[in-house]
């Protein structure tokens, strides 16, 4: 943030709407909050999308019994620990639009998470090409999907059936389980282990349908590894 801010560039993390949306508004706060970077604390933050708006919304004094008690005794002291000062919530079309035709430095927060769909297109196609502003990914990238593209380094990604080309953005990696782990879940008992598949680039062994301890039966699409 600080080294792009700097560059007067835009900062612009793609996010699932729900829970890591509210994770990174948390830490941005907390940053704003302990002055850790003294240029941060007069720059603009945007949540464009409708989902993430809603469900953002949901926090505060609602379900106390989902938070730890840094977030408890926050909310007892009167503090939202998701919002701050220079906080802009983007619902309509016209107000994403505006994120765009706004010059000075920002941090953008918008989904999808994976860069596949929502208005987080249109924020990369704005910022990707502009050497003074940086990707940060706050979530699982999978094969396949443009996010994981830019990741992987690739020069040219396709948005709105365009290929957008000739950009070389600094990205960041955030706190995200990557396809290097094997899941090792012991409370999940396969029905007959006959078959690998990749679910979200995460290797499991079994088939579709296995039950959990408890007997209760889970259905998850999968795709094999072959394709």
Not at 69 to 96: H, V, Y
Request: glycine share 8%.
């Amino acid at each position: 943030i600080k080294d792009t801010l700097a560059r007067g560039g835009n900062v612009v993390i793609p996010c699932f709407a729900v829970g890591r949306t509210q994770e990174v508004l948390y830490h941005l706060r907390k940053i704003k909050e302990d002055g850790t970077i003294p240029e941060f604390a007069h720059t603009s933050v945007y949540v464009d999308s409708p989902l993430a708006v809603a469900a953002t919304s949901i926090f505060g004094t609602k379900h106390m019994e989902c938070y730890d008690d840094e977030t408890i005794d926050l909310i007892n002291k009167g503090i939202n620990p998701i919002s701050f000062n220079g906080l802009s919530l983007s619902q309509t079309t016209d107000d994403s639009k505006k994120i765009n035709f706004d010059k000075k430095p920002k941090i953008i927060l918008a989904a999808s998470g994976m860069c596949d769909a929502g208005r987080i297109r249109h924020h990369l196609k704005y910022n990707l090409w502009r050497e003074d502003s940086s990707i940060v990914f706050a979530g699982y990238q999978s094969l396949g999907t443009p996010g994981r593209a830019i990741l992987d380094g690739a020069s040219s990604i396709k948005i709105f059936g365009e290929d957008l080309e000739g950009f070389d953005p600094d990205t960041l990696e955030y706190d995200y389980t990557t396809d290097e782990y094997e899941l090792d879940l012991e409370f999940v008992k396969f029905a007959g282990v006959n078959e690998e598949f990749i679910v979200q680039d995460i290797k499991v062994r079994g088939n579709s349908d296995f039950e959990l301890g408890s007997g209760n039966k889970v259905y998850i699409d999968v795709t094999s590894e072959e394709g």
